[in-house]
């Protein structure tokens, strides 16, 4: 499969000025608690460089604890999205639960922490390509999220927090929208209360297994939070008439995290393509899909402190 793979550096004191094609190492987009975080961006074959396009930000996962854009899984499906003609910017972000052994009402409050410091690299990442949207020619107004598992968190709580207007959402102008959210297996993060939506937020596209042990398909009072999976935003999406398709996937877990990734690229791209061509504006889709074929692992029996606290 033939692909070109861009990196693109930038530093405080300058920007890129025209793109590279061809393979590059890796280059850093921001620094953030000494931690250099680093983007690559995957081109089409048949990209056109006279022409705007749209592009997706990737988002990686494992649990905030692990995991890297440069996974094999996550380069493929880099490659394979930008095969179908978009864009991809895979990018770092900060690890924040990486070593941390908190129990009790201490794990609610580092799990707040490290989804705050991956959206503020997101935004980051956004404000990025904003700013090169003209030298990379990409469409600053069809900038897309998507995520898996903790990534998928990252980006669902990234657009929640910007319809929102909250502080951590100042640094990106102040028109600015994402033009869709992709989630294999997310949720956002609240300090009580529920999901509720000031602004319309990006029409989304949810992937989840509704017997995911690892990051609840519904929802779980965390201490002083409450986590608030795909079933139950979908009924703030349906109330509020906001834009948005599920696959609900029976009798499978946590496994819909990169699935998706694997067998359900043409609905991804079709739902990119509705975004990107403004087609995605009142549509309501939901899907119920037992597919037997799919691969199976035993999540379910991995206790939540072996993925998010590192504990044997």
């Given at each position: 499969m033939r692909f070109k793979y861009l990196s693109v550096l930038i530093l405080t004191f300058c920007s890129c000025n025209s793109v590279i094609v061809g393979q590059s190492s890796n280059y850093v987009f921001a620094h953030r608690d000494m931690t250099k975080l680093s983007m690559d961006i995957y081109f089409p074959d048949n990209y056109n460089y006279n022409e705007?396009?749209?592009?997706?930000?990737?988002?990686?996962?494992?649990?905030?604890?692990?995991?890297?854009?440069?996974?094999?899984?996550?380069?493929?499906?880099?490659?394979?999205?930008?095969?179908?003609?978009?864009?991809v910017a895979a990018i770092d972000y900060r690890l924040g639960m990486k070593g941390l052994k908190y129990e009790g009402s201490k794990t609610g409050e580092a799990l707040n922490r490290a989804i705050a410091m991956a959206v503020e690299d997101i935004y980051d990442a956004t404000i990025f390509l904003i700013k090169d949207a003209y030298n990379l020619k990409i469409d600053k107004d069809k900038i897309l999220l998507c995520?898996?598992?903790?990534?998928?968190?990252?980006?669902?709580?990234?657009?929640y927090e910007l319809a929102n207007q909250m502080e951590?959402?100042?640094?990106?102008?102040?028109e600015f929208r994402y033009d869709?959210?992709?989630?294999?297996?997310?949720?956002?993060?609240?300090?009580?209360?529920?999901?509720?939506?000031?602004?319309?937020?990006?029409?989304?596209?949810?992937?989840?297994?509704?017997?995911?042990?690892?990051?609840?398909?519904?929802?779980?009072?965390?201490?002083?939070?409450?986590?608030?999976?795909?079933?139950?935003?979908?009924?703030?999406?349906?109330?509020?008439?906001?834009?948005?398709?599920?696959?609900?996937?029976?009798?499978?877990?946590?496994?819909?995290?990169?699935?998706?990734?694997?067998?359900?690229?043409?609905?991804?791209?079709?739902?990119?393509?509705?975004?990107?061509?403004?087609?995605?504006?009142?549509?309501?889709?939901?899907?119920?899909?037992?597919?037997?074929?799919?691969?199976n692992f035993d999540y379910i029996k991995m206790p939540l402190s072996k993925i998010f606290l590192n504990k044997d």
């Open positions: 705007k396009s749209a592009c997706v930000i990737f988002v990686f996962g494992d649990g905030f604890s692990q995991g890297s854009r440069l996974d094999e899984r996550n380069v493929t499906f880099c490659q394979e999205m930008s095969d179908s003609g978009y864009v995520g898996s598992g903790a990534g998928a968190i990252a980006v669902l709580q990234a657009d951590s959402s100042m640094v990106l102008p102040d869709g959210v992709i989630s294999f297996a997310g949720g956002i993060l609240i300090h009580k209360g529920k999901p509720e939506y000031q602004r319309y937020p990006a029409a989304t596209l949810f992937f989840h297994g509704e017997e995911d042990r690892i990051i609840c398909y519904k929802h779980k009072h965390l201490f002083n939070y409450d986590f608030y999976g795909s079933d139950e935003l979908v009924k703030e999406f349906k109330h509020s008439k906001y834009p948005y398709s599920i696959f609900r996937f029976q009798d499978i877990g946590h496994e819909i995290s990169y699935l998706p990734m694997i067998y359900y690229k043409k609905e991804i791209c079709q739902f990119a393509k509705l975004c990107s061509n403004d087609m995605f504006v009142e549509m309501e889709s939901d899907m119920i899909i037992k597919d037997e074929n799919l691969s």
